[in-house]
C-alpha cells in the first residue's frame, strides 16, 4: 500500500464509525475547553476555538489516525503568568512560536525520543492521567443537589450495559442524549454546560498577534514557547503510544510533531490558545469506534457547529452525563494489571512506574512525572550493566607477568570495579590488558584504563592493552592519556 492509499484509508475506512465517535468526543470537548481556559486565565472562546483548530487541522497534518488534540490543561497551567504579564496578543505569538518549534523538532526527527521512554513509564503517565481525570470530576461530585449522584449511576450503566444491545452506535452519546432528555422532562435541578460559562456566537476571525516584532517580545515569549513545545510534543507522542497499543497500529512520531506544530500556529492565527493531545478525549474516540482522521476531524467540526449553531441545546446538556463519561475515561484508562503486576514485575520497574504517577498527581505536571521516570530508568539501567561487567585475572606466560581479561561494558557507572579489579600490590614486572570482551563507551572507561595503565607504570610495571575493537580504539586515540608522547612507552595494541 503506497503512502497516498493509506493516507486514504486513514480517512474513508471506517465512516461510520468515525462520525459517532466525533460527535461523542465534541460533546465531551466542551466543559473540558471552558476548564482550561479557566485555568489559563482567558475567555472560554479561547479553548472552544482553539480545539476546534487543533483537532481539525491535526487531522490533516498528524502522524496518529484516530488520536484526539486540542486544548489541554498541560499546556493551559504554562500559560497563566504569560498571560497574567503580559496579555492574550502575547499568549497567541508565543503560541505561533510554540508550533514553529513543534515543526522543527519533527523535521530534526525527534519523535525518535520516544524509544528512550520505558514501558515502566508509560504506564505510569497512563494510571496518573486517569487518576487526573478522575480528580477533574470531584468539582462535579462535591456540594452538588442529591440526584446528582443517581443519574451519574445511570450513566454510567448505560454506558457499560448498551453495548450488549447493540455496538452501532456509542454507547457514551446514548447516555449523554438520554440524560438530557430525563433531566428536561422531569425538571431535576442539575448543573449544566451552560453553567460553566458563556459560549462564543461568532466564528471565529483569522487574525496575527498585535505584538511588535522586536527582538524584546522575542525574549518576552521564547521561554514559554520552549516549555509549551516541549510538555505538547511529550504528552502527544506519549499519547501517540497509547493509541498505538489500544489499536495495533503504528504511528509516525515525526509527522505527529509537524502535525501538533501546524495545528497550534492555525489555533493562534484565529484566536485559540495552544493544545496537544488529549489521552482521555483519545480514549473515549478509540472506545467508541474511531480509528481513522475522520473522527479527529468530526470532533473538531461538530464542536464548531455545537457552540454556534445548537448552543442553546447544549447549554442543557447535565454536566453528570459528562462526568459518567469522563469517570468511564478513567476506568478505561487506568492499567489495573499493573496493579497485580507489582510483585510480578522487577523492583526497579516497579519503583519507575510508582514514582511516575506520585510525581504526576502530587505535582499535576505531566512532563515532571515522566522526566522522573525516565531519568530513574536511566540510573537502574546503568546499574544493571553495570553488574554485568567483570575483570578476570590470571598468570600469563613467563614469569611476573599477570593478564587480566575485561568482559562487559566499561562506561562512568562501571569504572570504580573496574579500577578495583587489579592488584597493584602484585610484585609482577608485566601486565595485559585484553579487552577483546569488553567495550570502552565514554571517557569516564577511557579515564579508569588510563589510571590503571599510568598507576602501573609509575611502579615500573610494562603494560600491554590488546584486544580493543575499532569503536574503543578511536576512543583512545582521541581522549586517552597514557599512549601520548611523554606518558610512558606502554604498548596499545588495536
Excluded at 88 to 117: E, K, N, P
Aim: with cysteine.
Amino acid at each position: 500500500m503506497n503512502r497516498f492509499q493509506s493516507y486514504r484509508r486513514a480517512w474513508f475506512s471506517n465512516i461510520r464509525g468515525d462520525v459517532l465517535s466525533g460527535i461523542v468526543v465534541a460533546l465531551a470537548l466542551i466543559p473540558e475547553a471552558i476548564g482550561f481556559s479557566v485555568i489559563a486565565g482567558v475567555d472560554p472562546k479561547l479553548g472552544l476555538y482553539a480545539s476546534f483548530a487543533i483537532a481539525c487541522v491535526s487531522a490533516f497534518t498528524g502522524g496518529r489516525p484516530g488520536m484526539i488534540s486540542a486544548a489541554t490543561a498541560a499546556t493551559a497551567v504554562l500559560m497563566v503568568t504569560l498571560v497574567r504579564d503580559h496579555g492574550i496578543q502575547y499568549l497567541f505569538a508565543a503560541t505561533i512560536l510554540m508550533g514553529i518549534l513543534q515543526i522543527l523538532a519533527g523535521v530534526l526527527r525527534l519523535g525518535r525520543v520516544m524509544r528512550f521512554v520505558s514501558r515502566s513509564v508509560i504506564t505510569g503517565f497512563v494510571n496518573a492521567l486517569a487518576i487526573l481525570i478522575f480528580m477533574a470530576q470531584l468539582p462535579e461530585l462535591i456540594g452538588v443537589p442529591a440526584i446528582t449522584y443517581p443519574m451519574i449511576a445511570a450513566g454510567l450503566a448505560i454506558i457499560y450495559l448498551f453495548p450488549y444491545v447493540t455496538k452501532a452506535i456509542p454507547s457514551p452519546l446514548v447516555a449523554i442524549l438520554v440524560l438530557t432528555g430525563v433531566s428536561l422532562w422531569f425538571g431535576f435541578d442539575l448543573r449544566t454546560v451552560g453553567d460553566l460559562g458563556e459560549l462564543p456566537s461568532t466564528l471565529p476571525v483569522l487574525a496575527l498577534p498585535d505584538v511588535p516584532l522586536t527582538f524584546e517580545t522575542l525574549t518576552i515569549i521564547f521561554p514559554y514557547s520552549v516549555a509549551l513545545a516541549a510538555v505538547g510534543l511529550l504528552e502527544s507522542l506519549l499519547t501517540a503510544q497509547i493509541v498505538d497499543d489500544m489499536t495495533d497500529t503504528g504511528s509516525d512520531k515525526n509527522q505527529e510533531c509537524v502535525g501538533q506544530g501546524t495545528s497550534n500556529i492555525a489555533s493562534a492565527l484565529i484566536g485559540g490558545m495552544g493544545g496537544c493531545a488529549m489521552i482521555g478525549q483519545s480514549v473515549i474516540n478509540v472506545s467508541s469506534g474511531g480509528r481513522g482522521r475522520l473522527s479527529t476531524f468530526v470532533a473538531g467540526a461538530f464542536l464548531l457547529f455545537l457552540i454556534l449553531v445548537l448552543d442553546d441545546l447544549v447549554r442543557i446538556i447535565p454536566m453528570a452525563a459528562l462526568v459518567a463519561v469522563m469517570i468511564m475515561v478513567s476506568i478505561g484508562t487506568f492499567s489495573w494489571r499493573s496493579i497485580l503486576d507489582l510483585g510480578r514485575n522487577p523492583l526497579p520497574s516497579s519503583v519507575v512506574m510508582l514514582a511516575t504517577v506520585a510525581t504526576v498527581v502530587l505535582t499535576h505536571d505531566l512532563a515532571k512525572g515522566v522526566l522522573v521516570g525516565v531519568l530513574l530508568s536511566g540510573v537502574f539501567f546503568a546499574g544493571k550493566v553495570a553488574k554485568l561487567f567483570r575483570v578476570r585475572s590470571e598468570p600469563a606466560s613467563g614469569a611476573g607477568h599477570r593478564r587480566y581479561l575485561v568482559e562487559g561494558q566499561v562506561f562512568f557507572a562501571s569504572t570504580e570495579a573496574f579500577i578495583a579489579a587489579f592488584d597493584f600490590a602484585e610484585p609482577v614486572k608485566h601486565v595485559t590488558i585484553d579487552v577483546s570482551d569488553a567495550h570502552l563507551w565514554d571517557i569516564s572507561a577511557v579515564g579508569a584504563l588510563d589510571k590503571v595503565v599510568l598507576k602501573y607504570r609509575r611502579a615500573g610495571v610494562e603494560v600491554d592493552v590488546v584486544g580493543l575493537n575499532a569503536a574503543s580504539a578511536h576512543m583512545l586515540d582521541r581522549f586517552a592519556v597514557h599512549d601520548k608522547p611523554g606518558a610512558g612507552a606502554a604498548a596499545v595494541g588495536h
